[in-house]
C-alpha cells in the first residue's frame, strides 16, 4: 500500500508517463546568489507570545488580513471569507499549474535556496565532497550544449534491448531493463512490507503500464476522454517523429501503443477497488504468479531487475496478471517494441535534446494549462534533489531547518496524539475493547520530524554527461530498493527528501513523517501564534494521525499487519460514518458539473476532518489565562483562519478538471469547507445560525 500523503503531486498526476525532472528550455541568465540573497531568511528564533487578555493584530499572529474577503460570509464560505483576497489578487504563473499560498509558494522558497547552494557548488568545484558532487550533478543538467551534443546515444544499451524483443523472454528482458530507469511498462514490481506480517518486506507486483492518468481516460467516451486521447496520440506520434519514423508510420505507431495500452486498462481495477487493501493483497508468490501468466518469462524479469531469487511476491490484481499474460501472446512484437519505446523516451526526455522535452511538455502543458515550460535551472534544481536528496537535504536542514520548528513540531505531535486518546476516550459508538486497541495502535505510532537518522552516501559517481548520471541514479535507487526484499524491516527510511513540501503516513509502518522542506510559514512559524501554527502544521499533524484510523488504516493494527482488530457492531458503525463522508462529498461540485467521486476521496476527507478536530483540541488545551483577541477575533477563529488560510489556492481550469478525476485529495475549497461543515466548534466560534451552509443539521464525524 502506498503511503498516503498530505497533497499531491500536480506533474505526477498530469502524466504517467513523467518528464524527467531537467527541463531543455534555455535558462534565465541569473546572478550567483550569495549567502544573503539565495532566499528571504527565516526567522529562527520564536517572538514573545502576546500576553494573555491582550489585544494584538492578525498579523502579529502571523495571519494575513489582506487574504481575506470580509464582505464574504463566513457561515456562507468561509474559504472565500479566509482566502478571498488572496485568491482576486494572486496571478497564477505562466509555468506552473497552479498557485498556492502554502504547498506552491514554500517549494518555490526552498527551490530558490537550493538554487543559490548548487549554483555556489557549481562554480567553486573542489573543496567539500559533498558540495563538489552536488556541483558537479547539477552542472551536468545544466549543461545544455552537451545535452544536446549527446542527443540519443546514452540511451543505446536499452534501445538495443528493445529491439530484440519478439516474445516473452525479450519482452521480459526489456520490461526489467525499462523498470530500471524509471519507465513505466506493463506492470510495476518493488519492495513492499507483506500486509499480514509487516516484519517482512516482500515483492510487490501491480497494474501498470499506462500513459494517461487513468483507466478511464481510455474507456470512457465523453468529449474529455476522446479529446485526451486524440492529444494523447499527437504526443505519442510527435515523440515517435523526433525518433526518426515519418508522419505516417509514427501515426500508426501510436495506434499500436494506444491499443496496446487500452488492453492493459481494460483489464485493470479502477481506482476506487484499489483502495482496498484487503482486495488488493493477494499472496501468489512466484509459482503463482508464474501460474497467472506462464507466457511471460518471469525468471529472466526477476534476475534483470537484481533479485532472481524472489520467492515472495504479493499481487494486487491476480485478474490484471491473466489479462497482460493474454497480451503477450496477442500482441505482435512490432507493437511491443514501439510501445516500450515510446515509454522509454517519455520517462527520459527531459535528459535528452529540447526537442524531446518540448513535444513533452506540449502535452503535459494540455493537461495543467501550464502556458511556458519551466526554467531549465528549477528543473535541474528539482532533478539534482531527486537523484541526491540526502545530500540537498544536509545543506538544506542545516541552514533552513531551525532548533525551534523541530521542538514545535515535536510538541505539536504530542498535544495531538494526546487529544487523540481524550477524543478516543470519550467516543460513545466505540465498545472497550476496540477502544483499547485504538490506543495500543496511537501508543504504538511512530513519528520522524525533520530528517532521517542517517544520511545515506551517494551511490553513483558523477561524470560530465546528465543523461547518464540520471540514469545510473534512477538504476542505483531501484537497487538499493528491491535490495531490501527478505532482509530486516528498515523503519527508518524515508520516501521524500527532507526540502519536500509534504508530509505522510505509511499504515504498514503506523508512523508518519514531516520533512523539513513542509514545516515553513504558512504552516509552521516560530514568530506565529500557537493558534495559528496549530491551525496550519497541527492540522497537517492531525491529517496525518488520523490516517491510522481512516477507511485504510483503520484495517492495520499497531504493528501494520492487515488484521481486523474491530469489534463487529462498533466495525459496522465505523463503515455508516464513512458513508456519511462519502456522501457529504459526493454533494460538492469540484468544477463546474463534475461532482467529487466521494469514494474515492473518502480517506483524505476523513484525515482533513479528524486533523481539524485534534488541532483545535490542542490549541485548546495549550492556552492559559485570559484570552487573546487580534483585530476582534477570538482564539478559535484565529486557529480557523489559520487553517482556512493554510489553504489559499488557485488551479487552472485544465489541472482543476484532471484533478477531480484522479486526484484522492479534495480541492482546496473542499478541504476546508468540508471539513469545517463536519466541526460544529466552528460554527459556534463564528455564530453560524443551525442548518447554515457551514452549520448543517448533519455533521459527518468518524473521529
Known sequence: MHPTRLAPSFVGLALTLTASACSSKAPTPVATPTPTDVANPLPTDPAAPPAPGSTTTLAALGLDPTAMDRSADPCDDFYQYACGGWIARTEIPADKPAAMRSFIDIEDRNQEFLHGVLERARSTPGGDPLMATLG??????????????????????????????????????????LHAVGASALFTFGQVQDAKDARQVIGGLDQGGLGLPDRDYYLKD?????????????????????????????????????????????????????????????????????????????????????????????????????????????????????????????????????????????????????????????????????????????????????????????????????????????????????????????DAMTYQIGYPKAWRAPMIAIGPGYAANALAARRAERARLLAKIGKPLDRDDWQLSAPTVNAYYEPALNGMVFPAGILQPPFFSPTASAQVNLGGMGVVVGHELTHGFDDQGAQYDAQGNLKNWWAKATGDEFKARTQC???????????????????????????????????????????????????????????????????????????????????????????????????????????????????????????
Open 136 to 177: 558537479s550533478y547539477y552542472g551536468a543538467c545544466m549543461d545544455e550544449a552537451a545535452v544536446e551534443a549527446a542527443g540519443v546515444a546514452p540511451l543505446a544499451e536499452l534501445d538495443a534491448v528493445i529491439a530484440k524483443v519478439k516474445d516473452g523472454k525479450t519482452l521480459a528482458d526489456a520490461t526489467a531493463a
Open 222 to 442: 465523453g468529449l474529455a476522454e476522446k479529446g485526451l486521447r486524440k492529444a494523447y496520440h499527437h504526443y505519442l506520434a510527435s515523440l515517435l517523429v523526433l525518433d526518426g519514423k515519418s508522419e505516417a508510420d509514427a501515426a500508426k505507431a501510436a495506434d499500436q501503443v494506444i491499443a496496446v495500452e487500452t488492453a492493459i486498462a481494460k483489464v485493470s481495477l479502477d481506482k476506487v477497488v484499489r483502495r482496498d487493501p484487503v482486495a488488493t493483497y493477494n499472496r501468489l508468490e512466484r509459482a503463482g504468479v508464474q501460474k497467472a501468466a506462464p507466457h511471460f518469462a518471469w525468471d529472466r524479469y526477476f534476475a534483470g531487475a537484481g533479485v532472481p531469487d524472489v520467492a515472495a511476491i504479493t499481487v494486487a490484481s491476480p485478474a490484471f496478471l491473466k489479462g497482460l499474460d493474454k497480451l503477450v501472446t496477442t500482441t505482435k512484437p512490432e507493437a511491443w517494441r514501439t510501445y516500450l519505446r515510446v515509454h522509454l523516451l517519455g520517462a527520459v526526455a527531459g535528459l535528452l535534446p529540447k526537442r524531446f522535452d518540448d513535444a513533452q511538455f506540449a502535452f503535459i502543458g494540455m493537461l495543467t494549462g501550464q502556458a511556458e515550460q519551466e526554467a531549465r535551472w528549477k528543473r535541474c534544481v528539482a532533478a539534482t534533489d531527486g537523484a541526491l536528496g540526502d545530500l540537498t537535504g544536509q545543506v538544506f536542514t542545516r541552514e533552513r531547518f531551525s532548533a525551534a520548528a523541530k521542538q514545535a513540531a515535536e510538541g505539536q505531535v504530542h498535544a495531538i496524539s494526546d487529544a487523540m486518546r481524550a477524543n478516543l476516550d470519550a467516543l460513545p459508538w466505540m465498545d472497550e475493547a476496540t477502544k483499547e486497541a485504538a490506543r495500543a495502535k496511537l
Open 581 to 703: 463522508v462519502i456522501k457529504q462529498y459526493d454533494a460538492y461540485e469540484a468544477v463546474p458539473d463534475v461532482h467529487l467521486n466521494g469514494a474515492n476521496t473518502v480517506g483524505e476527507n476523513i484525515a482533513d476532518i479528524g486533523g481539524v478536530k485534534l488541532a483545535l483540541r490542542a490549541a485548546r488545551a495549550l492556552r492559559s489565562g485570559a484570552p487573546v483577541v487580534a483585530d476582534g477575533f477570538t482564539e478559535d477563529q484565529q486557529f480557523f483562519l489559520g487553517f482556512g488560510q493554510a489553504w489559499c489556492a488557485k488551479f487552472r481550469p485544465e489541472i482543476a478538471a484532471l484533478l477531480a478525476t484522479v486526484d484522492v485529495h479534495s480541492p482546496a475549497q473542499w478541504r476546508v469547507n468540508g471539513s469545517l461543515q463536519a466541526t460544529p466548534e466552528f460554527g459556534e466560534a463564528f455564530g453560524c445560525k443551525a442548518g447554515a451552509k457551514m452549520r448543517p443539521a448533519q455533521m459527518c464525524q468518524v473521529w
